[in-house]
C-alpha cells in the first residue's frame, strides 16, 4: 500500500478526514461546492489526492475559503491542474501531514519484520561484502553441508564492518574473527534487520508482510500521544481514542507473528 493511503487511513482513525469529488480546480486550487465547513477549518491540514492529475499525492493545505469552497495548496505543478470529478480526501490540522508521515515511519521502523538472505562461503576467508541492502545482522548460521540438508550451526565470532565504496556511499562487510568456514560452498545465513524502511515520498510502498492494522494503530496511538502531550489538555474524547488505539495496537501484535529476531550473543576475540 502507498504512503498516501496510510496517511489518509491514519487522519481517518484520529480525525474528521472528509472525502468528495472536486467541483472544479486549477493547478494550485481545488473547488467542492458541496463543502459546508467554515472558514480556515482545513487551513495548514492535509489534502489528498485519489484520481486526475494529482493522483496518488497529498499536499498541505494554504488555505480553505468557506464563500467560494475552495481550498488552495502549493504543488509542484502539472501540465493539468484538478479537475471536474478528481477525488480527494481532505483534513483539518490538528494532526498536519508531516506529523502522520512522522508517525506511519515510526511505526514501520518499529514493526519491519527480519529477513534473510544467504551467502556461500570461500575457504578460509574471514571477511565478506555483504549484498546491497543487508546490514543490522542480527545472527549468522553456517551450514555443516554444501547440499541439503544444511544443519545450519549459529556461529559467534563475528563483527560488521563499514566501508567506504568507489561511489563514496557506504557498504556493509562480515568478518569471521576466529573459526572462518573452512570449506568452499557453505552456506552463510545471514538474519538482518533492514535500515531504509522510511517511506520517502507518496508513492512508496509498505513491503506485503507488514501488517497493515497494525501500522496503523500503532501510528495512532503515537499522534494522539503527541496531540496530548502538545496541548496539554486531556480531553475525553482523545483520551479514548489514545486507549482505543493502544488496545488495538496490541490485539494487532498478538494477531500477527512477525518474523522478527534478536541479536545472537558473540564471544569477544579475546
Not at 111 to 129: G, K, Q
Not at 213 to 224: D, E, H, I, T
Request: proline share 5%.
Amino acid at each position: 500500500m502507498k504512503r498516501v493511503y496510510l496517511t489518509k487511513y491514519l487522519s481517518q482513525l484520529i480525525q474528521n478526514t472528509v472525502e468528495g469529488t472536486a467541483s472544479g480546480g486549477s493547478d494550485s486550487t481545488l473547488e467542492d461546492i458541496m463543502r459546508t465547513e467554515g472558514e480556515g477549518y482545513f487551513d495548514n491540514g492535509t489534502i489528498w489526492f485519489f484520481s486526475g492529475s494529482y493522483e496518488n499525492l497529498s499536499a498541505v493545505i494554504g488555505s480553505w475559503d468557506a464563500e467560494s469552497k475552495t481550498f488552495s495548496f502549493s504543488f509542484e505543478l502539472r501540465p493539468i491542474g484538478v479537475q471536474r470529478d478528481d477525488v480527494y480526501a481532505a483534513a483539518p490540522a490538528d494532526y498536519p501531514r508531516w506529523l502522520l508521515i512522522q508517525k506511519i515511519n515510526e511505526a514501520l521502523r518499529d514493526i519491519m519484520p527480519t529477513l534473510e538472505t544467504v551467502i556461500m562461503s570461500v575457504a578460509n576467508a574471514d571477511e565478506y561484502v555483504l549484498p546491497a541492502g543487508v546490514c543490522r545482522v542480527r545472527n549468522v548460521e553456517i551450514g555443516r553441508n554444501t547440499s541439503s540438508p544444511y544443519e545450519y550451526v549459529v556461529h559467534n565470532h563475528w563483527k560488521e564492518l563499514t566501508y567506504l565504496t568507489e561511489t563514496d556511499l557506504y557498504g556493509y562487510k562480515l568478518r569471521f574473527y576466529h573459526r572462518a568456514p573452512d570449506e568452499d560452498n557453505l552456506p552463510i545465513r545471514i538474519t538482518y534487520a533492514p535500515l531504509n524502511t522510511d517511506l520517502q515520498d507518496d508513492g512508496a510502498e509498505i513491503p506485503d508482510n507488514v501488517p497493515l492494522n497494525l501500522l496503523l494503530w500503532k501510528a495512532a496511538a503515537s499522534c494522539l500521544r503527541w496531540r496530548i502531550e502538545r496541548t496539554r489538555e486531556d480531553e475525553p474524547e482523545r483520551v479514548r481514542l489514545l486507549n482505543e488505539a493502544l488496545a488495538n495496537a496490541v490485539r494487532m501484535a498478538n494477531t500477527y507473528e512477525i518474523p522478527t529476531t534478536h541479536a545472537d550473543m558473540r564471544f569477544s576475540r579475546w
